[in-house]
């Protein structure tokens, strides 16, 4: 298992605390700092250089989708996965372009907040269900600047595209286009760089924006 040193960024106490305490008890974890604003969160970022850092949105001083922004740009690598209380769809697809790898509800059961976490962190690439189903129902925005088009993509990674968008892991994908794990893991590679794009979650928001799609059996 991936081990992630992890910066947690919320301005409230009690928020830091229970994320603390929750991942205490996993070992995939490692807690290496705590900021209480948005400017906190990218100095700490710089100068302790996590894995990932859990990002409140609604903080003083600089926003969380303003740090993940800046965060970002300094150091692609770092993983950002945002935390809040709301589930605005604006909010989700306004991370994803600044580059988070997704998006935590705060009441989520905190077993399944566990398991949402480690799915989105995953390097099998798995978007967990309730992701992909906010993507597919609800970004139907306009396409960014500077958006690649879809006819860059060969016939074969524009099926791996339609699967991406309905959420299904490598394993899944491979098993219903009968090809390896490692041919998807390939195939998906260069999709992200022919389309410019940092990660799985901005290429399942991109299948949407362009009209891919493929029913779940």
Request: charged share 30%; aromatic share 4%.
């Given at each position: 298992?991936?081990?992630?040193?992890?910066?947690?960024?919320?301005?409230?106490?009690?928020?830091?605390?229970?994320?603390?305490?929750?991942?205490?008890?996993?070992d995939g974890f490692e807690l290496i700092g705590e900021a209480r604003n948005?400017?906190?969160?990218?100095?700490?970022?710089?100068?302790?250089?996590?894995?990932?850092?859990?990002?409140?949105?609604?903080?003083?001083?600089?926003?969380?989708?303003?740090?993940?922004?800046?965060?970002?740009?300094?150091?692609?690598?770092?993983?950002?996965?945002?935390?809040?209380?709301?589930?605005?769809?604006?909010?989700?697809?306004?991370?994803?372009?600044?580059?988070?790898?997704?998006?935590?509800?705060?009441?989520?059961?905190?077993?399944?907040?566990?398991?949402?976490?480690?799915?989105?962190?995953?390097?099998?690439?798995?978007?967990?269900?309730?992701?992909?189903?906010?993507?597919?129902?609800?970004?139907?925005?306009?396409?960014?600047?500077?958006?690649?088009?879809?006819?860059?993509?060969?016939?074969?990674?524009?099926?791996?595209?339609?699967?991406?968008?309905?959420?299904?892991?490598?394993?899944?994908?491979?098993?219903?286009?009968?090809?390896?794990?490692?041919?998807?893991?390939?195939?998906?590679?260069?999709?992200?760089?022919?389309?410019?794009?940092?990660?799985?979650?901005?290429?399942?928001?991109?299948?949407?924006?362009?009209?891919?799609?493929?029913?779940?059996?």
């Open positions: 298992m991936n081990r992630y040193r992890v910066l947690i960024a919320d301005d409230h106490s009690l928020s830091r605390a229970a994320v603390r305490t929750l991942l205490d008890g996993e948005g400017q906190e969160a990218v100095e700490l970022a710089a100068s302790l250089l996590p894995d990932l850092v859990l990002m409140d949105i609604r903080m003083p001083q600089l926003d969380g989708l303003e740090a993940t922004r800046l965060i970002k740009k300094m150091n692609s690598k770092i993983k950002v996965v945002i935390l809040t209380v709301s589930d605005d769809v604006s909010d989700l697809f306004t991370a994803i372009q600044y580059g988070a790898q997704g998006y935590l509800l705060k009441n989520l059961d905190p077993d399944d907040w566990l398991h949402y976490l480690h799915a989105l962190l995953d390097e099998s690439g798995e978007i967990p269900r309730e992701m992909a189903d906010r993507l597919l129902h609800g970004f139907r925005v306009e396409k960014t600047a500077n958006e690649q088009p879809p006819t860059l993509l060969t016939g074969r990674e524009r099926e791996i595209l339609a699967c991406v968008a309905v959420g299904d892991t490598n394993k899944q994908v491979a098993e219903r286009l009968i090809i390896s794990e490692n041919t998807v893991k390939n195939h998906i590679k260069n999709i992200l760089e022919k389309l410019n794009l940092d990660n799985r979650v901005q290429l399942a928001a991109y299948a949407v924006r362009h009209g891919f799609r493929l029913e779940k059996p």
